[in-house]
């Protein structure tokens, strides 16, 4: 089974990306983990993790790190909204 195309991501504190798929579920994501590889290094900087482009149906840096919409999708926990203010 594929995982729901990425339609919106917005960027949260502590490498936090909060992301909307295709299916309208809303998860939170950390991408602080993949920093320590050189492909993602560049994302240390704020202003390269916020230079993305959603392609295909998942995030596309700059910078040329991207992960697959499976890896967002099954990496990331589903969040309430309502939450959402304590980030």
Same mark, same amino acid.
């Given at each position: $089974?594929?995982?729901?195309?990425?339609? *919106?991501? =917005?960027?949260?504190? @502590?490498? *936090?990306?909060?992301?909307?798929?295709?299916? /309208? =579920?809303?998860?939170?994501?950390?991408?602080?983990?993949?920093? +320590?590889?050189?492909?993602? +290094?560049?994302? &240390? *900087? =704020?202003? =390269?993790? &916020? $230079?993305?482009?959603?392609?295909?149906?998942?995030? @596309?840096?700059?910078?040329?790190? @991207?992960?697959?919409?499976?890896?967002?999708?099954?990496?990331?926990?589903?969040? /309430? +909204?309502?939450?959402? *203010?304590?980030?």
């Amino acid at each position: $089974m594929q995982s729901p195309d990425i339609r *919106k991501v =917005e960027i949260l504190k @502590e490498y *936090k990306l909060l992301i909307t798929f295709s299916n /309208d =579920e809303v998860r939170l994501f950390d991408i602080k983990p993949y920093l +320590k590889y050189p492909v993602f +290094k560049a994302l &240390n *900087k =704020e202003s =390269e993790l &916020n $230079m993305f482009s959603i392609v295909d149906g998942t995030i @596309e840096w700059k910078c040329g790190a @991207e992960l697959s919409a499976d890896t967002f999708y099954l990496g990331s926990i589903n969040i /309430d +909204k309502s939450k959402l *203010k304590e980030m």
